[in-house]
């Protein structure tokens, strides 16, 4: 049996826009019914990305296919079967969030509208409002509700949270697992590190345009490397402990450390001392961007 081609597909994915700003020799695929987690501080070529998966721009060199079709040459297929919510959302001075959503539904040719009015009722979305009398988080329910009324299969989310209280943010977690279920292929940028950790499968890593990382999400927050978190009988035993193992840092009388590699070093260390716990600490997404970044060359997030 054939294996099903990737719903979205990059090769070689390039933009330059001189002075080292783009994107460059981007690789990468996302599967129906996988979500690709894509991470970078600002100005990393994120947006850049999206919008030369959308074909609103066209890339210098490479290929972007979306189910099959190109996304420059045949973008008018591609933007059917798309569904793109940017970071800065521009939408239609119409008379109502409803009005808009009418607007855009009739330029689709949009019939069946069921799938929009689950959405709206999902993210309690009040259609009465003009758009430019909503709060941000409003505004970006609408955005959202807008980009993807027609259920798309593949899904370009950038900040799809912005300005979402935790209670709607739990909501879109909860639709976008539920979407992954239903076998759309999703690529979502986030700075909620928390939000792409539950539900994304794989992580890209991008720093000054290049993919600097990809992989699971497990095995990129995980690796080798181990946290733990210790707390000593005294002061005195935590500042041995630092003496004899120079990458804790120490507090009082707690520690913290990461292990990657044997663990024979800390137990060494630990010789003679007053233990009183010893706590594995789980190493984040965050944890493991940060450490990403810094071994490329970055500064931080």
Same mark, same amino acid.
């Given at each position: 049996?054939?294996?099903?081609?990737?719903?979205?597909?990059?090769?070689?994915?390039?933009?330059?826009?001189?002075?080292?700003?783009?994107?460059?020799?981007?690789?990468?695929?996302?599967?129906?019914?996988?979500?690709?987690?894509?991470?970078?501080?600002?100005?990393?070529?994120?947006?850049?990305?999206?919008?030369?998966?959308?074909? &609103?721009?066209?890339? *210098? %060199? =490479?290929?972007?296919? !979306? /189910?099959?079709?190109?996304?420059? @040459?045949?973008? $008018? +297929?591609?933007?059917?079967?798309?569904?793109?919510?940017?970071?800065?959302?521009?939408?239609?001075?119409?008379?109502?969030?409803?009005?808009?959503?009418?607007?855009?539904?009739?330029?689709?040719?949009?019939?069946?509208?069921?799938?929009?009015?689950?959405?709206?009722?999902?993210?309690?979305?009040?259609?009465?409002?003009?758009?430019?009398?909503?709060?941000?988080?409003?505004?970006?329910?609408?955005?959202?509700?807008?980009?993807?009324?027609?259920?798309?299969?593949?899904?370009?989310?950038?900040?799809?949270?912005?300005?979402?209280?935790?209670?709607?943010?739990?909501?879109?977690?909860?639709?976008? &697992?539920?979407?992954? *279920? %239903? =076998?759309?292929?999703? !690529? /979502?940028?986030?700075?909620?590190? @928390?939000?792409? $950790? +539950?539900?994304?499968?794989?992580?890209?890593?991008?720093?000054?345009?290049?993919?600097?990382?990809?992989?699971?999400?497990?095995?990129?927050?995980?690796?080798?490397?181990?946290?733990?978190?210790?707390?000593?009988?005294?002061?005195?035993?935590?500042?041995?402990?630092?003496?004899?193992?120079?990458?804790?840092?120490?507090?009082?009388?707690?520690?913290?450390?990461?292990?990657?590699?044997?663990?024979?070093?800390?137990?060494?260390?630990?010789?003679?001392?007053?233990?009183?716990?010893?706590?594995?600490?789980?190493?984040?997404?965050?944890?493991?961007?940060?450490?990403?970044?810094?071994?490329?060359?970055?500064?931080?997030?």
């Amino acid at each position: 049996m054939a294996v099903p081609a990737p719903a979205i597909e990059a090769a070689d994915l390039s933009y330059d826009f001189g002075g080292g700003r783009g994107v460059f020799d981007l690789s990468f695929s996302v599967d129906r019914g996988e979500v690709l987690g894509w991470l970078g501080p600002n100005g990393a070529g994120k947006t850049t990305t999206m919008r030369l998966l959308t074909g &609103l721009m066209r890339p *210098r %060199r =490479g290929r972007v296919r !979306l /189910l099959g079709h190109d996304a420059w @040459s045949g973008r $008018e +297929r591609a933007h059917r079967i798309l569904g793109y919510l940017p970071g800065e959302i521009g939408l239609p001075a119409e008379s109502s969030g409803g009005a808009v959503l009418d607007l855009l539904a009739a330029m689709r040719g949009l019939r069946d509208r069921a799938y929009e009015r689950s959405l709206v009722d999902r993210f309690e979305l009040d259609l009465r409002a003009a758009p430019h009398c909503l709060s941000k988080g409003n505004r970006q329910k609408l955005g959202l509700v807008a980009a993807l009324q027609h259920d798309p299969p593949v899904l370009l989310l950038d900040e799809p949270t912005s300005g979402f209280d935790p209670l709607m943010q739990e909501r879109f977690v909860a639709w976008l &697992l539920e979407e992954k *279920r %239903r =076998g759309k292929a999703i !690529l /979502l940028s986030s700075h909620q590190f @928390s939000e792409v $950790e +539950r539900t994304a499968d794989r992580i890209a890593v991008l720093r000054q345009g290049r993919m600097v990382a990809l992989a699971e999400t497990g095995f990129l927050a995980q690796r080798d490397r181990r946290g733990y978190h210790l707390r000593f009988g005294g002061e005195a035993d935590a500042q041995r402990f630092a003496a004899a193992y120079p990458a804790a840092r120490v507090r009082g009388c707690t520690a913290e450390v990461e292990v990657q590699g044997p663990l024979r070093p800390l137990v060494d260390a630990l010789a003679g001392l007053e233990l009183l716990s010893l706590r594995e600490r789980q190493q984040s997404l965050e944890d493991a961007f940060l450490r990403i970044y810094a071994a490329a060359g970055g500064e931080g997030a």
